[in-house]
């Protein structure tokens, strides 16, 4: 059984940067990838971003292209979402999903 948890969550001022990060654990031998999602107030929830384990590959919405950067780290148990270049479009809530499995999510707020 898979636990994911988003934390690194804020108020951000437009331009500036703020990191997510997604704590897993349970058993994750049988997934190959990792993803941040994003629903922002009366929207659907929308992809942000995957990394693919098994061919360290990574994914992009054109939304956030250029301005964030999906990452694991060095233990492999945790995946960043470097955000830079904040814009108030980026308000959501962020969610971490890896298999059939969800974090609580993580509120981002970007406002001057």
């Known amino acids: 059984h898979l636990q994911l948890v988003e934390s690194g969550g804020g108020l951000a001022q437009p331009g500036g940067p703020l990191r997510l990060s997604c704590a897993v654990s349970?058993?994750?031998?049988?997934?190959?990838?990792i993803a941040w999602f994003r629903q922002a107030p009366g929207k659907d929830r929308e992809g942000v971003s995957c990394l693919s384990i098994t061919e360290n590959s990574t994914y992009y919405a054109d939304s956030v292209k250029g301005r964030f950067t999906i990452s694991r780290g060095n233990t492999k148990t945790t995946v960043f979402l470097q955000m830079n270049s904040l814009k108030p479009e980026d308000t959501a809530v962020y969610f971490c999903?890896?298999?059939?499995?969800w974090g609580q999510g993580t509120q981002v707020t970007v406002s001057s």
């Open positions: 349970g058993y994750t031998l049988d997934y190959n990838g």
């Open positions: 999903h890896m298999g059939d499995s």
